[in-house]
């Protein structure tokens, strides 16, 4: 059997993760420039990508990676791109030493070199990067994926279709005999062991046949993937990605020469008719599981694709961002392709189907050809600021007109700086006729039929027609020692707001406040009385009475709002936003902590709780629209 050393191993799991889930690695921060490539000799002419020109210059913090994802084939559906195996390596280690001792770090660090050393047959390299360069690789240089998911939906939809046929082929388990109640059973025979009872083997489960015709299918058909990465030795470099193509291909011997093809004045070395292929074009290699989109790579080096990432319509925030693109109309219908398949697997109909419903709802809003771009960048700590990781997903909503029609009547949100100043959990949802027309799509597809029979979908429609511009939950530590709660909810008719909430929740008058009525609920919950309070057009909804009157006081202009301007960083709050979410580690301490004494500690769970408030000081997520750009954020703030 063909040796498997680590190398053959972990390069694939790298590509994979590169193309899967690009956006959840770690930023390399530092990573150095890599000059633009040289245009290949002869290449042959490609089509542009289908994105829309240029229309600023980048400007001199261009990220570092565009180089390489201007090698995105026209083919490609998904690019992935890292700034560099030494800035992620240096991101890494300098993170891992703020919280961990940096002698264990270096440990760590030092033994995994030694043995992926040894087991690529490098024994005196020292580093992460003394590996890549002995291999001849360039770990300052980025790196870039690029995969089709043609393949991927067609495998799935095999797969499903053949699990399909191959369960309705497997007969039913043989019924036992009815025993025979005539004759009365003889008294067993101490000296006889009895005979086993025959057992018939139940049929394969259909997910499991499912799995097993989808690697099948995969194997007959990889998906279509092409990597380019910068090369210090060229020799050294084809050595290791023959390795890797063996590896692959699952070749019981080293790959030779191959198939020459040509691109060009460019040699493309091909195996099993495709199946894996690489090129070497200057000083970078190629190498994938599709020729034709290799050739396509290999063209846009005398014709790049036309990247809009980086110029001042779709930012940077460092120049050695990781980055994905995706070309989300044609994503879509992949998805589209994939979900029918789905629905095969037992019990999945339904839920298949309220799936395709969604993607087919949301696919009007991301008909244009520019991509989805999402960035994953960590700022390093600074004498006067601890790291952060951002993870952003940016939309030019001027090349996706029906998500620029959703967008249309964004506005700052309202209700949520008027929290209180201490709020540990803020979740704030703003609402404008677009939105509310999909949500309630989305609850009509989720909610079961005998939901809506039982008049489910009415109630929630009827409370989606109440609600005017904004939901607006939050939560504190309050002196009772249980969360204090505050929920603001804008109203359409406060009048109908009264009588519905009264059907279900009767109230009694408490104390007035400024002219406004307090209202208790009554209800049989120990420990806490729910008050409301009527606010113009706005409902409050709280469990602590002091911050009850303080959010009335602001509601009515006496005191100015003190959330935003207290966060750290502060929020404008003159950004036009979907959604914020706040969730501060003191919540855990403050809050979680104290409640689970309730129910006799936290147990298991005191030490993740631990880890994450030693590391994580606050997390926040935000949707907001500037101009064109349409950004998701999820920020981490470490300590």
Not at 244 to 249: C, M, P, S
Not at 289 to 312: D, F, H, N, W
Not at 352 to 363: G, H, K, Y
């Amino acid at each position: 059997m063909k040796r498997k050393n680590l190398f053959h191993t972990a390069v694939p799991v790298v590509l994979l993760v590169l193309l899967c889930a690009g956006p959840a690695l770690l930023m390399g921060c530092g990573g150095k420039e890599e000059p633009a490539p040289a245009a290949g000799p002869g290449a042959p002419e490609q089509p542009a990508a289908e994105v829309p020109p240029v229309e600023e210059a980048l400007g001199p913090d261009a990220p570092v990676t565009l180089p390489v994802l201007r090698l995105m084939p026209e083919s490609a559906v998904v690019a992935a791109a890292v700034p560099s195996i030494s800035s992620l390596y240096d991101t890494a280690t300098t993170i891992a030493k703020r919280y961990v001792p940096p002698e264990q770090v270096d440990a760590a660090v030092a033994e995994w070199t030694s043995k992926a050393a040894q087991e690529l047959g490098v024994p005196e390299a020292k580093t992460p990067m003394d590996i890549a360069l002995q291999r001849g690789f360039d770990p300052d240089a980025p790196i870039a994926v690029f995969s089709d998911m043609e393949q991927f939906a067609a495998a799935f939809e095999k797969a499903a279709t053949a699990a399909a046929v191959r369960q309705a082929e497997t007969p039913p388990p043989a019924p036992k005999p009815a025993p025979d109640t005539a004759t009365p059973p003889a008294a067993p025979d101490a000296s006889t062991p009895p005979e086993p009872e025959a057992v018939t083997p139940a049929p394969p489960q259909f997910n499991d046949v499912f799995n097993e015709e989808f690697e099948k299918a995969l194997r007959e058909q990889p998906p279509a993937w092409v990597a380019v990465w910068q090369v210090k030795d060229a020799a050294a470099a084809e050595k290791s990605v023959k390795e890797l193509g063996a590896e692959l291909l699952e070749a019981e011997q080293p790959l030779g020469d191959g198939e020459t093809l040509t691109a060009g004045d460019v040699a493309v070395h091909s195996f099993e008719n495709g199946r894996f292929a690489y090129a070497i074009a200057g000083n970078r290699m190629f190498a994938g599981s599709s020729v034709p989109m290799l050739q396509e790579s290999l063209a846009r080096l005398s014709k790049p694709a036309r990247i809009r990432y980086g110029t001042p319509a779709l930012p940077s925030l460092r120049r050695d961002e990781t980055v994905v693109l995706t070309r989300m109309d044609r994503m879509v219908e992949y998805v589209k392709r994939v979900m029918p398949a789905l629905a095969k697997l037992p019990g999945n109909s339904p839920f298949s189907q309220i799936q395709l419903d969604t993607v087919e709802s949301w696919s009007k809003y991301y008909t244009g050809a520019d991509p989805v771009y999402m960035a994953l960048t960590t700022f390093p700590a600074e004498d006067t600021k601890p790291p952060m990781v951002v993870f952003r997903g940016l939309v030019d909503i001027s090349q996706h007109p029906g998500l620029a029609e959703l967008l249309a009547g964004t506005k700052p949100l309202r209700l949520s700086p008027l929290m209180p100043e201490n709020t540990q959990l803020l979740v704030a949802q703003e609402f404008t006729p677009l939105t509310k027309e999909e949500f309630r799509k989305q609850w009509a597809m989720a909610l079961p039929p005998e939901a809506q029979v039982e008049g489910a979908l009415p109630m929630l429609n009827q409370i989606l027609d109440l609600i005017n511009d904004e939901v607006t939950l939050g939560v504190f530590p309050s002196e009772t020692g249980l969360p204090g709660i505050l929920l603001l909810v804008g109203l359409t008719n406060p009048d109908q707001a009264k009588t519905l909430i009264g059907g279900f929740a009767p109230t009694a008058v408490g104390e007035d406040y400024n002219g406004v009525q307090i209202l208790n609920v009554v209800a049989p919950i120990p420990m806490v009385t729910i008050r409301l309070a009527y606010v113009g057009n706005d409902l409050v909804v709280a469990t602590d009475v002091p911050a009850m009157k303080g959010v009335i006081d602001r509601l009515q202009g006496k005191t100015p709002p003190v959330l935003f301007a207290s966060l750290d960083p502060p929020v404008d709050p003159a950004v036009p936003r979907q959604g914020l979410v706040v969730i501060k580690s003191q919540l855990l301490t403050d809050v979680v902590v104290p409640l689970s004494a309730f129910a006799g500690g936290l147990g298991q769970a005191q030490q993740p709780i631990d880890t994450v408030t030693k590391v994580l000081r606050e997390l926040r997520a935000t949707t907001e629209v500037k101009q064109n750009l349409y950004e998701s954020d999820l920020t981490l703030y470490l300590k």
